[in-house]
């Protein structure tokens, strides 16, 4: 099946650092999208992509739609301690307009800051 | 505004016992997913509903998991008979075409 490399898997920096996580696939995905887990809950949506080479901003918070819809990056800047969790790429063979399908995620990035 | 509720949020029983997770969608969402989370295997989609209709049931691992919408409000994933390999957290998620909006989980714990 289909299969998401993220990295990196674990990252540890200062607070105000700026982060930038990324994921690639062997396969084409129609949307990229963006999630953080805290422990004990689900993932949140933080971005959503569904344009190859879209850019996108939420706060501080910025991810890209790779050109060739084999990839995307998110990047945190000025990070804060509440920015800690996990965090996953996902990517989906549906666009925005089309029907709904199952999402396919990568392995996740431990986001850890110390103060 | 309600997210997806799921119930209920931890779940221990013995092995062999049948399990019944629950999942309310969010209301007007007409797309219904199931994951399931593990340490080694991370995120994975189990099955997902079209306006109540099971579309791909491919993720679902063995013939003891069976997943039902018997309506747009409500539905069931079950396990029987369950096996401690079958301990995860599972994720129920919706949407209107896009994108997933997740619940809190179910924590499962087959002894």
């Known amino acids: 099946g289909q299969q998401l490399n993220q990295s990196p898997q674990s990252m540890f920096i200062q607070e105000g650092e700026d982060v930038s996580m990324n994921c690639t696939s062997s396969s084409i995905f129609n949307t990229w999208l963006w999630y953080k887990q805290d422990p004990g809950e689900g993932p949140v949506l933080l971005i959503a992509l569904y344009k190859a080479g879209e850019l996108t901003s939420n706060g501080r918070l910025t991810a890209q739609f790779g050109i060739t819809r084999k990839d995307s990056f998110l990047n945190i800047s000025a990070s804060i301690p509440s920015d800690v969790g996990i965090y996953f790429c996902?990517?989906?063979?549906?666009?925005?307009?089309?029907?709904?399908?199952?999402?396919?995620f990568g392995k996740g990035t431990h986001l850890i800051i110390q103060p | 505004d309600a997210g997806v509720i799921q119930s209920p949020r931890h779940e221990v029983t013995e092995m062999g016992q049948e399990v019944t997770l629950r999942c309310k969608p969010i209301s007007g969402h007409n797309s219904l997913f199931w994951y399931r989370q593990t340490m080694m295997r991370g995120l994975e989609l189990l099955i997902y509903?079209?306006?109540?209709?099971?579309?791909?049931d491919s993720g679902m691992p063995e013939d003891r998991f069976s997943a039902k919408m018997p309506n747009a409000s409500f539905s069931t994933l079950k396990i029987q008979p369950s096996e401690p390999r079958d301990s995860a957290v599972y994720f129920c998620?919706?949407?209107?075409?896009?994108?997933?909006?997740f619940g809190d989980g179910t924590r499962l714990s087959i002894l």
């Open positions: 998620a919706s949407s209107y075409a896009q994108p997933q909006h």
């Open positions: 996902a990517g989906q063979l549906g666009g925005s307009g089309g029907g709904a399908d199952g999402l396919t």
């Open positions: 509903f079209n306006n109540n209709v099971p579309i791909d």
